[in-house]
C-alpha cells in the first residue's frame, strides 16, 4: 500500500494537538521528531480537504511548515525502534518496548510493543490517565477500558490489583496490537473488537478508563453512567482543557461528580464518581 508522507515542524506546545487532530482524518501513524513530528495517510483514504481545514485552523498559532511525499508501506517497528523512548509516570511506572531493559525504582514496569505513539505513554492524556489510575484503589476491583488502543490503561489496570479488566477498540489493528501487550504483561484478558455498544458489556464496573474523544465521550456519556457501579469512578481524557466545561456538564446531568483532574500540554483529564 502506498502512504502519503508528511514532515512537520511545528510549535512544541500544538505538536500533539496536531497529531490527534491527524488522527482523526485518517492518519495511522506518527513519528515525534526533534522538530515536529512524521505522519503517514493511507493514499485511498487521504481526505485533502479535512487536512488543508486543520492546517488553516491552526497556522497563525502553531507555525506550521510540512513537506509532502509519497512512499512504499513503512516497517512502523523499525522506525519506532529508531525514535522510541521510554516513559516514566512519577515513580508510579515505567513504561519501555520489549527492547529496552527494565529500569529501577519503579513500583511497575509496563512493555508496549511501539507500533503507534498514541497508547504508548507519550501523549498527554495516556500519561494523565496513568497518573490518576495510580490514585485509586484497583484492588479486586471490576474495570472497563473503552478503546483501549495499545492496551495501557487496562495493563495498568491489572497491575494494580483489578480482579477482572474487559478491553477493546473500534480498529482492528489496535485489538491485534493490543492482545500482543496483553501477553508481553501477562494479562488475562483478551480485547475485543468493536464499539461500546456493539461490544455490549456487562455492568457494573468498578472503574471506567475512556481515553478517546470528545465527542465520543458525550455520545457515550449515558453508557459509561449506566454501566458504572454505585461509588465506583470513571476516568475520562482525549479532550483540551478548554472542554472541561462541556464534559463536566455532561457528566453532572447523570449524577456524576467531578473528583479530581489534571491538565498537562493543553490536554486535560478527569475523575468522576457516581454517587
Given amino acids: ?33 526533534d522538530e515536529g513530528f512524521e505522519c503517514y495517510s493511507p493514499l485511498d483514504s487521504f481526505d485533502r480537504e479535512a487536512f488543508d481545514e486543520i492546517l488553516n485552523r491552526y497556522q497563525s498559532h502553531a507555525s506550521i511548515t510540512f513537506s509532502e511525499n509519497l512512499t512504499k508501506k513503512v516497517n512502523w517497528n523499525e522506525e519506532w525502534e529508531k525514535n522510541y523512548d521510554p516513559i516514566a509516570v512519577g ?36 500519561f494523565q490517565i496513568l497518573q ?23 495493563i495498568m489496570a491489572h497491575l494494580l490489583g483489578a480482579s477482572s479488566v ?21 494479562v488475562p484478558a483478551t480485547m475485543g473488537l468493536g464499539s461500546i455498544r456493539d461490544v455490549n458489556p456487562k455492568g457494573p464496573f468498578d472503574i471506567i478508563l475512556a481515553n478517546i474523544n470528545k465527542n465520543v465521550l458525550l455520545d457515550e456519556m449515558e ?32 449524577g456524576l461528580e467531578l473528583v479530581n483532574q489534571s491538565e498537562k500540554d493543553n490536554w486535560a483529564a478527569l475523575v468522576f464518581t457516581k454517587s
Fill in 1 to 33: 500500500m502506498d502512504y502519503r508522507e508528511f514532515k512537520f515542524t511545528c510549535s512544541e506546545d500544538f505538536r500533539e494537538i496536531l497529531i490527534a487532530e491527524l488522527s482523526e482524518i485518517g492518519f495511522d501513524a506518527f513519528l515525534e521528531t
Fill in 91 to 126: 515513580d508510579l511506572v515505567f513504561v519501555r518496548a520489549s527492547f529496552h531493559e527494565p529500569r529501577p525504582g519503579f513500583k511497575y514496569q509496563i512493555v508496549i510493543n511501539p507500533k503507534m505513539s498514541f497508547g504508548t505513554g507519550h501523549h498527554a492524556t495516556t
Fill in 132 to 154: 490518576l489510575q495510580g490514585k485509586i484503589d484497583h484492588q479486586g476491583k471490576r474495570v472497563l477500558d473503552v478503546g483501549s488502543g495499545t492496551g495501557i490503561l487496562a
Fill in 166 to 186: 474487559e478491553a477493546f477498540d473500534i480498529d482492528d489493528w489496535c485489538v491485534d496490537n493490543g492482545n500482543e501487550n496483553f501477553q508481553l504483561n501477562e
Fill in 223 to 254: 453508557i459509561y453512567s449506566r454501566l458504572l457501579a454505585p461509588h465506583g469512578y470513571l476516568l475520562l481524557s482525549g479532550f483540551y482543557t478548554h472542554d472541561i466545561a462541556d464534559i463536566q456538564s455532561a457528566c453532572e446531568k447523570l
